[in-house]
């Protein structure tokens, strides 16, 4: 079933023509002290639904390595999220903030147990987040700076992480600034 | 705008509460009174009750349990030792989830029941145990179950020998917060 969801969004993605965005993030919260940096990537699109606001289809992937047990262990979560972007000044550009609210296609946390056996624990899960950012051009090219806060819950926890990113955003139907 | 924020708030904050990641909340059933929740199996077995109580499952040694569930490469395990025997049960998946699992007599001969010393097999082709998750939540799943099973009359070391085929009705199968061993 996973396959065919991942299907549908690359081509959806393709279709209405998203791009990429890089970027690094941090988990935070109990149980979190021996993951290190993590690397986030996803592809995202936009309609536009009113002055200066969107509807945001994402699709990412984000990796959290542990610091221990070698670099095999970690946790890796594939959301896919709704959000409603709103630029403050209506204009499609400069700053904006992005409730955003999907579900976790695919979870996993491998680690070891208390006895040293791999496990590898799965998981899905609702997702929440809440992002920032700042919509800017550079030699014509527009570009996202973003800020946010998401959350995964599932089976009574929740891992939550901060993530900073910049990306270049295309909208699927061109507003006048491009935006 | 203020409705969305205002979700977007309440549901961040909401995550904030919740005090355990999420593989700490799979690997130690424990916050919200997890680990001292109690575990139930019960079922009738040909029209006879059998049941299982363990309270503080989750505080259960998990090599050593008494009704319990462990995990291992591409299967996990469910157990439950009563004064009438043991109840069994494989789950053959990477991950549990809220759905149904069979196991029927098409797989091949497979122990599941020990019941005041007699042993039950999915033995014949319409022989059957299936349990269904209901819900899998703090570490600890919870379902139904029933089957149709046939009795082992003896061991042997070629051929065992069955009673009558299909003879053995497991009904009423319910389970609850029983905890899941990582």
Known sequence: MNKGIFAALILFFAVTESNAQLGAMKLVGNDTRDYKLGLGAFIKTGFPVGEGSDITV?????????????SADGTIMCPLKIGYR??????????????????????????HDESGNAVDLKYHGVVFAAGTGYLFTIGGQPFDLNLRYETVIAHGGSNNFIALGLSRF????????NY | ???????????????????????????????????????????????????????????????????????????????????????????????????????????????????????????????FLSFTITSYNNGRISGTFSGQLTPLISANTINNTYGAPGSILITNGVFENVPVFY
């Open chain 2, 1 to 127: 705008m203020k409705f969305y924020f205002v979700a977007a708030a309440i549901c961040l904050l909401f995550s904030s509460c919740l005090k355990q990641s999420i593989a700490d909340a799979m690997l130690h059933p424990k916050g919200s009174g997890a680990a001292g929740a109690t575990a139930t199996l019960s079922y009738e077995l040909n029209g006879n009750p059998v049941k299982l109580t363990v309270a503080n499952a989750g505080n259960q040694d998990p090599n050593a349990y008494t009704l319990g569930c462990t995990k291992s490469p591409g299967l996990y395990s469910f157990s439950g030792l009563g004064s009438t025997g043991e109840t069994n049960f494989l789950f053959y998946t990477d991950s549990l989830a809220t759905i149904k699992y069979s196991y029927t007599g098409n797989y091949g001969d497979m122990f599941f029941i020990s019941y005041n010393g007699q042993d039950e097999f999915v033995h014949v082709a319409s022989d």
């Open chain 1, 58 to 70: 994402e699709g990412g992937v984000n990796i959290f390595f542990l610091d221990s047990y070698g």
């Open chain 1, 170 to 177: 295309i909208s699927f139907k061109k507003r006048d600034n």
């Open chain 1, 86 to 111: 709103y630029t403050l000044n209506k204009t499609g550009q400069g700053f904006y903030v992005e409730p955003q609210a999907g579900y976790n296609l695919y979870g996993v946390t491998s680690l």
